[in-house]
């Protein structure tokens, strides 16, 4: 069994940084996407960044330009770059993991940005 745990939200001024990691507990890692999502009080969860086990990545137009993805298979991590935030950005932020018929969440971290 895969487990995701997300770390790194938190607090912000409009205009911060933050930077989100997801450890994950299984050897499964390299070979499947991994992506981060968001769910706003009152809104759908949504995908916000996702990357292929050989690096390829896509990103909401929200973020583009804002947020990275990366990741480091060998340390078995996700990671988002969050910078430029805005008020908009506030969310609970999960950490999802898919392919090889599995499908992985982590717990969600929360990103408050301040105006």
């Known amino acids: 069994q895969v487990q995701l745990v997300e770390s790194g939200g938190g607090l912000v001024q409009a205009g911060g940084s933050l930077r989100l990691s997801c450890a994950s507990s299984?050897?499964?890692?390299?070979?499947?996407?991994m992506g981060w999502y968001r769910q706003a009080p009152g809104k759908q969860r949504e995908q916000v960044a996702a990357?292929?086990?050989?690096?390829?990545?896509n990103y909401a137009d929200s973020v583009k330009g804002r947020f990275t993805i990366s990741r480091d298979n060998a340390k078995n991590t996700l990671y988002l770059q969050m910078n430029s935030l805005k008020p908009e950005d506030t969310a609970t932020y999960y950490c999802?993991?898919?392919?090889?018929?599995?499908?992985?969440w982590g717990q969600g971290t929360q990103v408050t940005v301040s105006s």
């Open positions: 999802r993991g898919w392919g090889r018929s599995r499908d992985y």
């Open positions: 299984g050897s499964i890692f390299s070979i499947i996407t």
């Open positions: 990357i292929t086990p050989g690096g390829n990545s």
